[in-house]
């Protein structure tokens, strides 16, 4: 069996890009906090957060997470378009960080399918998620 080996440039970048987004979510997470924790202690309805007030601010803080499962969704759709037309995994040209076996013919069609319907499943719980949101919001929020 063909291995693809790993390419170390991209292995450095992505662990570099792994470790910048963890303290981004971290920095933003703490950011949240605060506003909550300021919230509990002085509960002004005026005082909110990027003025959102804080069903608004679960509402854009899902909305960011929906979009992103979303684009996940599209990228993992695509890599299994390229993988079942080429009936190679992984496809000719990807870079890959660590060192991967080749799977081609049927092997490789069939990791593009599930490819694709992993991306189906992301779109879903993408979906889902927003469903359920919007329904806890109108149950929290007072109609009127």
Known sequence: MDIQ?????????TLVWLVLLTALGGAGLLVVHGWLDHRRHRPDPAAGLLGLDLPGVFLVLV???CLLVIGLGILVWRMGAQVRAAAR????GQRVIRDTPILQGVAAIRRGR??????VVLWLCALGLGIFTWRLLGLLIPAG
């Not at 080996?5 to 970048?13: E, H, N, T, V, Y």
């Not at 599930?114 to 991306?119: R, T, V």
């Open 5 to 13: 080996p790993a390419d170390r440039g991209l292995r450095k970048r």
């Open 63 to 65: 909305a960011i997470l």
């Open 89 to 92: 995994f992984p496809p000719p």
């Open 114 to 119: 599930l490819l694709q319907c992993l991306a």
